[in-house]
T-cell receptor
Framework: ETGVTQSPTHLIKTRGQQVTLRCSSQ?????VSWYQQALGQGPQFIFQ???????GRGNFPPRFSGLQFPNYSSELNVNALELDDSALYLC????????????FGPGTRLLVL | AQKVTQAQTEISVVEKEDVTLDCVYE???????LFWYKQPPSGELVFLIR??????QNEISGRYSWNFQKSTSSFNFTITASQVVDSAVYFC???????????????FGTGTRLQVTL
């Protein structure tokens, strides 16, 4: 069984640029959630995708957007990067339903200079 | 709004000591789920346990045990005979019951860093 994978592992961007992060869900999972984890903090929910549509969003501005593809993989796009966007971005996959356990990937470390 | 508090920022123990990580939560829902995840230096969150609000039975899995007390809104995690490999950041998380069409998001605490030394 293949676990959740994310790419790239590390990324350096400059303020104002745009970035795309990718996630492949675990086999058998149809839902993908994205979290942002700032240094020394717990992960914060960005949004969740199910059936290729956004299915809930946390307190993040519209410049954070996403996609889900028919194979359940997902992308997180961030436009107009700001210094505070520097964080570990975690993707989690699960089976859609009431409180199914979310399994996390290794994350992408984004540094915005 | 839901909230998770992990008051212990960092704990250091010597190998073979027992250690308890505290977690206190706040929620208005009567149905909710609690989780513990382990985050080693590599960054990946590793799932450890999930409990629902109707199941207050304590659980033991090897050296790990969990004590869920609804009366005090706590879900504490104990590692018995700690090992160096247990060194990591541990997160407690809460998820309120999702209704049809809504996302079941996790609300995390700020984590407890556990350092186990020889």
């Amino acid at each position: 069984e293949t676990g959740v994978t994310q790419s790239p592992t590390h990324l350096i961007k400059t303020r104002g640029q745009q970035v795309t992060l990718r996630c492949s869900s675990q086999s058998g999972h149809n839902t993908v959630s994205w979290y942002q984890q700032a240094l020394g903090q717990g992960p914060q929910f960005i949004f969740q995708y199910y059936r290729e549509e956004e299915n809930g969003r946390g307190n993040f501005p519209p410049r954070f957007s996403g996609l889900q593809f028919p194979n359940y993989s997902s992308e997180l796009n961030v436009n107009a990067l700001e210094l505070d966007d520097s964080a570990l971005y975690l993707c989690a996959s699960s089976v859609y339903g009431d409180q199914e356990t979310q399994y996390f990937g290794p994350g992408t470390r984004l540094l915005v200079l | 709004a839901q909230k998770v508090t992990q008051a212990q920022t960092e704990i250091s123990v010597v190998e073979k000591e027992d250690v308890t990580l505290d977690c206190v939560y706040e929620t208005r829902d009567t149905t909710y789920y609690l989780f513990w995840y382990k985050q080693p230096p590599s960054g990946e969150l590793v799932f450890l346990i999930r409990r629902n609000s109707f199941d207050e039975q304590n659980e033991i899995s090897g050296r790990y045990s969990w004590n869920f007390q609804k009366s005090t809104s706590s879900f504490n995690f104990t590692i018995t005979a700690s090992q160096v490999v247990d060194s990591a950041v541990y997160f407690c998380a809460l998820s309120e019951a999702a209704y049809t069409g809504t996302a079941s998001k996790l609300t995390f605490g700020t984590g407890t860093r556990l350092q186990v030394t020889l």
